[in-house]
């Protein structure tokens, strides 16, 4: 069975700083990881996605992943956060031969100006 | 480019009625998916479908919850009758298989449905 931790319920940051968000995962297969973002009254955004090749896996509005597969994670980052980044995260993760993703239990960023 | 259409947005119906949600996927997406999110049990898979065919329907709670993808552009999640520990908010998705298993889920906005 796959499933995947999503260890904060919440994350702070102060706008301009560096931001984590962390996710580990645990699958039978080759894992294919996804991060998602949700705001309020909103469905889920895609953000990016591991398949294979680089560990470091760029997707939008400039956040990025590492992938560590002897750590099993998946952790988001972000350079330098905005206020505009605040909203719920999820990571996702999909085993071989299975469509359907398995989700986190969500962690909540708050960016501060 | 439309994304994944659900409706109604906002569902308030009394214990015991009948409810049914709608959802229209990305045109030639041929995977759809229905999970439910609340507070307690976060995003739960339901159902999916691949090419309007059940896959996986082992989320479904129980028989008052029943979904149909009668074609390609619409598909249908009921339940009858409902009880207030059915509200939550119900999510749409879909993808397209030709990407593989690296095809992301697109969600629709989600019909939050309150049963009183």
């Known amino acids: 069975a796959q499933s995947v931790a999503q260890p904060e319920d919440q994350v702070n940051v102060a706008e301009g700083n560096p931001l984590t968000v962390k996710c580990t995962y645990s699958?039978?297969?080759?894992?294919?990881l996804f991060w998602y973002v949700q705001y309020p009254n909103r469905g889920l955004q895609f953000l990016l996605k591991?398949?294979?090749?680089?560990?470091l896996v760029k997707g939008s509005y400039g956040f990025e992943a590492e992938f560590n597969k002897s750590q099993t994670s998946f952790h988001l980052k972000k350079p330098s956060a905005l206020v505009s980044d605040s909203a719920l995260y999820f990571c996702?993760?999909?085993?071989?031969?299975?469509?359907?993703?398995?989700f986190g239990s969500g962690t909540r960023l708050q960016v501060q100006p | 480019d439309a994304g994944v259409i659900q409706s109604p947005r906002h569902e308030v119906t009394e214990m015991g009625q009948e409810v049914t949600l709608r959802c229209k996927p990305i045109?030639?997406?041929?995977?759809l998916f229905w999970y439910r999110q609340t507070m307690m049990r976060g995003l739960e898979l339901l159902i999916y479908f691949n090419n309007n065919v059940p896959i996986d329907d082992s989320g479904m709670p129980e028989d008052r919850f029943s979904a149909k993808m009668p074609n390609a552009s619409f598909s249908t999640l009921k339940i009858q009758p409902s009880e207030p520990r059915d509200s939550a908010v119900y999510f749409c998705a879909s993808s397209l298989g030709g990407q593989g298993a690296g095809s992301p889920l697109h969600f629709g906005n989600g019909t939050r449905l309150t049963v009183t």
């Open positions: 045109s030639g997406h041929d995977y």
């Open positions: 699958v039978s297969g080759n894992p294919y």
């Open positions: 591991y398949i294979t090749g680089d560990n």
């Open positions: 996702a993760v999909r085993d071989t031969g299975r469509r359907a993703l398995t």
